[in-house]
């Protein structure tokens, strides 16, 4: 009789760590989105409510990853960057590769939400920013619909830069 194999799963898991900041006056985040279940990847988190870090294990293959932040003071500007990525590891080294990206700078979050030009996930993601001394609070069940999704995409590959218009009086 022949003698079997164990079946090896081919696909690499790399560790990625991210960083969060929730101070008084700046909040900071990157997260991670994945484009096979459509929904924001949980990862673990490390340290205290004010700075930290969060752990992803992902596969390799492409993501969309979320950066984003900005000072807390309403005549700031602030922005995000929503880029299309491939993760690839060797060596127990991930890399990270920038295939496109869009660019979102606001200074109101109102703007944010009543935008016709922005995807829901980023305002989805900038509503998860963390608040001072808190975690961020990521919403990782919601899953998109394909119309959304698809919407993020064509977002991300037009390579956009939307910024909100400012109104000086």
Known sequence: ???????QNSRKVCTIETEYVATWNYRALEAFYSLRSRKFIRGRYVGLGLCGKILYKLYEGMYIRFTGGGSLRLDSQSRIDVCLVRVSCQDNKTSIEEVACAVVEYESPWWLKTSV?????VFDFFEALPSYRCYPRLDTYRVYSLGQHIELLKFIQSGKRVREEREDE
Do not use: D, N
């Open 1 to 7: 009789m022949a003698e079997q194999k164990p079946i």
């Open 117 to 121: 030009m922005i995807p829901r996930q």
